[in-house]
């Protein structure tokens, strides 16, 4: 077939985006609904044409959205040879190429497998099984959601060799051991190679095969032992506790530890549930396809292979000729409400203007609210200018004040101040001219003072030639009094610079306190601890959401924060605002040496004050001690539903 051909007068063909066997894949148009779809098609006369027609008329009843749909399957009617399935397009990129750069965040891959093991649970309860789960067969969509691709196509396209008709319980068990394998290599860039049973690492496997183990879905192998394949925190440290647990429980006949196995998709859900909460990673995974890191280098062969999605709809495995490297397409360039580029200049640029030492930045930054300050109200950006023209017309207004004449003319005299030609001039040019014409009418000697209309008194006073002295000898004493008192007022004012002044000491920076021994995993939303001391009461560092227990689920003993003044410095005292109310908070100072954190255990740190049940505003003693760190510690969390409970950190002040 070639592009531009129209199949069942509505599907016209676009791209070819490979072909298997007697099968082909291509990407085309709906002309009747305007969208893309894409189309598996076949030879009608193929010995398996049949039973893909089946498989996708079965795979139809699964309308989650969580897997790509199956809109349609025609049987070609005479005289065409071409019968074909019609399946949603999904763009995006599949897991395996995300892999590709490295393994997911402990939230992505938790929130992945958990999508999976979803939308795979129902499906489980009617007897469909997918079979062929693998980071080929999942899509990563561009709004950050899980597509399913190939529920039981995927399994007729590639059958295995050595596969032979099997029970529903056998066929369960596959889809559930391809969830813990992704679970794995979604936390470690690893692939589980073998089966439960008859694990196998890359050391274990024949020479010839070693180059095959290598190119498994991009990944390599994954080490075994004796007992089984290594856990993902063995093989790298640092892997969330509870995700490695429930690797094992899934991988392992034998858990380790005694740990209960898992051998179905809701009990995966259930697992991963409960680690997660009300966790999402959809926006992360989102902001992982727009702001990629640098891919893997790949095979040239590969990499000059057509750029069209291989397998955006279908996860289907197709011949070399054909395969391409890229399933992803072009996604329109968002501005995210946090974005984080990863370059330093933006870093530091982002980090001075949510400083609370910079108000400027700040206030620039934040156009959505009020500056910390509040807006000027106008009396007050009026200052005494709004206050004087009050009181003017306050005393315009007051009878007492003298006649309508009289505040007429002082107003007039007010004006004439900035121009000479305002009313000042016409009044006196009228005030002349009646005194022109009648000489017995008083005439106005000042303008702004109505007492100063009346006659020329008829016996003027003697002049006073004392006078002149006494107001000299006044002046005088009044230079002489003013002087000693800003003498007093500066010995005053240098005494009081001279003494020490306390200052609050300054955070230099702070950092979630999750310690491995202690049965974390070495972070607690670190993106999260800038907003516990950016000076605002709004913003929060929250800790994860943990189930069945306010102590943080029975998992660890605690949480928290270290708090870094930059130097040793002497403190009396920490001052904490919290989220919700029934925290369970103390202070901490390093046992050893003050001027270094220990962030391998709880046990490093010797407790200074704690309160229980806290909420809002609390202050802990430290008892005036000198140190460089402060730990803040939780131990109990409020509740935030039915059975859920997390704590937060809003504010901190160091005294």
Not at 101 to 118: C, F, H, K, Q, Y
Not at 437 to 452: C, F, I, K, Q, V
Request: hydrophobic share 35%; net charge negative.
């Amino acid at each position: 077939m070639e592009a531009g051909t129209t199949l069942g007068d509505r599907f016209r063909l676009e791209v070819k985006l490979g072909h298997l066997a007697d099968t082909e894949l291509w990407r085309a148009f709906d002309l009747k609904l305007h969208r893309p779809v894409v189309i598996t098609a076949m030879d009608a006369r193929s010995p398996r044409t049949p039973e893909i027609l089946t498989a996708a008329m079965q795979a139809a009843v699964a309308t989650d959205s969580r897997f790509v749909r199956v809109l349609d399957a025609v049987s070609a009617r005479q005289p065409e040879t071409t019968s074909f399935v019609v399946s949603e397009y999904a763009p995006g990129l599949t897991l395996r190429e995300l892999l590709a750069t490295g393994p997911l965040s402990a939230l992505e891959a938790a929130w992945v497998v958990r999508e999976i093991a979803d939308a795979m649970t129902p499906m489980h309860a009617q007897g469909i099984f997918h079979e062929r789960l693998s980071p080929e067969t999942i899509i990563i969509t561009a709004t950050g959601n899980v597509k399913i691709v190939g529920l039981l196509m995927e399994a007729v396209l590639n059958p295995h060799e050595t596969e032979q008709a099997t029970s529903w319980s056998e066929r369960e068990a596959t889809d559930i051991v391809d969830m813990g394998k992704i679970l794995y290599a979604c936390l470690v860039s690893r692939w589980p190679l073998g089966t439960p049973s008859a694990p196998a690492s890359l050391a274990a496997l024949p020479s010839e095969n070693t180059r095959h183990a290598q190119k498994t879905w991009g990944l390599v192998a994954a080490p075994a032992d004796g007992h089984c394949w290594l856990t993902p925190r063995q093989v790298q440290p640092g892997v969330s506790p509870a995700l490695d647990v429930l690797c094992d429980q899934i991988l392992s006949q034998q858990p380790r530890h005694d740990e209960v196995p898992v051998r179905s998709a809701s009990e995966i859900y259930q697992a991963l549930a409960r680690v997660l909460g009300s966790a999402d990673a959809a926006a992360d995974l989102e902001r992982r396809l727009r702001y990629p890191t640098a891919a893997a280098q790949r095979p040239a062969d590969a990499r000059t292979a057509s750029a069209e999605p291989n397998l955006v709809s279908t996860g289907r495995t197709l011949t070399p000729e054909s395969a391409v490297t890229r399933t992803s397409v072009d996604l329109p360039p968002v501005i995210d409400e946090e974005p984080a580029p990863a370059h330093a200049p933006s870093v530091e640029k982002s980090s001075r203007a949510h400083d609370p030492s910079n108000r400027q930045g700040e206030s620039s930054q934040d156009l959505t609210g009020p500056d910390e300050d509040g807006y000027w109200s106008p009396q007050a950006a009026a200052g005494q200018w709004g206050r004087h023209d009050s009181s003017q017309r306050h005393q315009a207004a007051d009878p007492s004040t003298g006649s309508v004449a009289e505040s007429s003319a002082g107003v007039g005299i007010k004006s004439s101040a900035g121009d000479p030609s305002g009313p000042l001039t016409a009044v006196n040019k009228n005030v002349n001219s009646r005194a022109g014409t009648s000489r017995n009418r008083p005439a106005r000697t000042r303008g702004d003072n109505s007492e100063s209309i009346g006659r020329a008194p008829r016996h003027p006073r003697p002049a006073n030639r004392h006078w002149p002295w006494i107001l000299v000898a006044l002046t005088i004493a009044a230079l002489v009094v003013g002087l000693v008192l800003v003498g007093a007022h500066d010995d005053d004012e240098q005494a009081h610079n001279d003494a020490p002044q306390a200052t609050e000491p300054t955070i230099a920076t702070v950092k979630d306190f999750d310690p491995q021994a202690d049965g974390g995993n070495d972070e607690e939303h670190p993106r999260l601890v800038n907003q516990a001391h950016d000076g605002r009461a709004t913003t929060a560092w929250r800790t994860l959401v943990y189930r069945g227990s306010a102590n943080l689920g029975g998992l660890k003993p605690g949480v928290g924060l270290v708090v870094d003044l930059g130097k040793p410095t002497q403190v009396s005292s920490v001052t904490v605002t919290l989220t919700g109310s029934g925290t369970d908070i103390s202070a901490w100072i390093p046992s050893n040496d003050t001027s270094r954190a220990s962030m391998r255990s709880i046990k490093d740190w010797t407790k200074a004050d704690g309160q229980s049940d806290a909420n809002g505003k609390v202050t802990l003693d430290l008892g005036e001690k000198k140190t460089r760190y402060v730990l803040i510690y939780l131990t109990k969390l409020p509740s935030v539903s039915d059975g859920r409970y997390q704590g937060g950190i809003s504010t901190i002040t160091v005294q």
